[in-house]
């Protein structure tokens, strides 16, 4: 959960969804629109649907793997992850580098290297490898994060408070909030989107097929105004943003009534006390709200 996403959202999400899968067996068992619906609103849902491949494959194998390599092999989990649980699950002498890790050893070591570029990644894994205490890896690990979440920050960091202040190459030279260094920027792509709200004590929405690979697939989203074909009693009730990773929306929201007796195949009516029971989108909970706000 906490990856892309920050501890003080992650929270309640956390402490629900272990409420509901407090064991691997749990979750692997449960039907994959349930693990979805108390994801909601957490977005990148490639994460719970990882999360529960990893579930089966534990149950599988009957425990929790205990080395580097089989940790690593579970669905979703990358060399940080593996690293962290290695370490501080195993005692593992296995360097984590995140982000905050990137940082101090940027500076630590005066680096200017790219740390978008792959040459540059490796360079700085080697020196964790090679700064890693093999004795305490678990505290060793937890400490440099807990440094670049706290002390050695992004912007202004707090150099006279750092217990390795000393050896920071960087503070030396006075290039501390130069790095590090990112050269390759992301651009951000920008689109509208009409969407419409139909209710009639239910709302209509409409399941998103995998082969759909601008949405969510599995997730009940509002339809948009181009699919639903015949509408009346159209306004405009609001406008919502929402970002994915590099991608900005404005999603227009509008309250219409069907026109006609006509089946919508992939469409369903749910009523609202549902919705928490199933995988709905952050943009349908922004439109309902701002639909609350504006025709009151």
């Known amino acids: 959960m906490l990856q892309q996403t920050r501890a003080q959202t992650v929270i309640p999400y956390y402490e629900a969804f272990l409420a509901r899968f407090p064991d691997p067996i749990s979750l692997a068992r449960a039907p994959a629109t349930e693990a979805l619906a108390a994801w909601s609103g957490l977005g990148y849902y490639s994460r719970v649907r ?48 995140d982000g905050n890790v990137l940082r101090v050893l940027a500076r630590i070591a005066n680096d200017a290297g790219d740390i978008a570029s792959l040459a540059t990644r490796k360079r700085f894994q080697q020196l964790a490898c090679d700064l890693l205490d093999k004795k305490r890896p678990d505290i060793f690990n937890q400490a440099i994060m807990e440094l670049g979440a706290t002390v050695c920050l992004p912007r202004s960091p707090l150099c006279l408070l750092c217990p390795v202040a000393k050896l920071c190459e960087a503070r030396q030279n ?31 929405l409409l399941k998103r097929r995998a082969s759909d690979s601008r949405r969510l697939a599995g997730f009940w989203e509002l339809p948009e105004l181009s699919e639903i074909p015949s509408l009346k009693s159209i306004k405009p009730i609001g406008t919502v943003r929402h970002s994915i990773v590099n991608h900005r929306y404005e999603f227009r929201i509008y309250a219409a009534k069907l026109a006609g007796r006509k089946a919508l195949p992939g469409f369903q009516w749910i009523d609202r006390d549902d919705m928490s029971r199933v995988p709905v989108s952050s943009v349908v909970k922004k439109a309902l709200r701002a639909a609350t706000t504006n025709l009151r």
């Open 50 to 97: 990882n999360l529960q491949a990893a579930g089966k494959r534990i149950v599988a194998l009957g425990r929790f793997p205990d080395n580097y390599e089989a940790i690593r092999n579970l669905p979703g989990v990358g060399d940080y992850t593996a690293a962290a649980v290695a370490s501080i699950s195993f005692d593992l002498p296995y360097a984590v580098l």
């Open 174 to 204: 006075g290039a501390q909030e130069k790095l590090p260094v990112k050269l390759r920027k992301s651009v951000t792509q920008e689109a509208v989107v009409d969407l419409v709200l139909i209710e009639n004590g239910s709302l209509l």
